[in-house]
Nanobody
Framework: QVQLVESGGGLVQPGGSLRLSCAASGSIFSIYAMGWYRQAPGKQRELVADIGSGDNINYADSVKGRFTISRDNTKNTMYLQMNSLKPEDTAVYYC???????????????WGQGTQVTVSS
């Protein structure tokens, strides 16, 4: 019943900006943490940024100062503002949530389908 849907990806030139969104829907009791991950061709999936229930934020060194993660708990939505984009940022970006679904005791991790971000001139 729980679904995560990413949006906002696309093609931009180096130095441009994009804003990604991840909307969680379904029978959700509580979201404990959410994060953005990315996977480039030939590479493993890596953490970009995450944000906990107490708004504790962690960024990968490669995106510090350029990306900003935020979360709207009333909408169960997470955002990633991406500025000063570089070709190295090209990847599929995935949303992850650590949450507890309604009517279930244990929390679990959920993944979105991913959204493509391409930075190219």
């Amino acid at each position: 019943q729980v679904q995560l849907v990413e949006s906002g990806g696309g093609l931009v030139q180096p130095g441009g900006s994009l804003r990604l969104s991840c909307a969680a829907s379904g029978s959700i009791f509580s979201i404990y943490a959410m994060g953005w991950y990315r996977q480039a061709p030939g590479k493993q999936r890596e953490l970009v940024a995450d944000i906990g229930s107490g708004d504790n934020i962690n960024y990968a060194d490669s995106v510090k100062g350029r990306f900003t993660i935020s979360r709207d708990n009333t909408k169960n939505t997470m955002y990633l503002q991406m500025n000063s984009l570089k070709p190295e940022d090209t990847a599929v970006y995935y949303c992850n949530a650590d949450l507890r679904a309604k009517w279930y005791y244990s929390p679990a991790h959920y993944w979105g389908q991913g959204t493509q971000v391409t930075v190219s001139s």
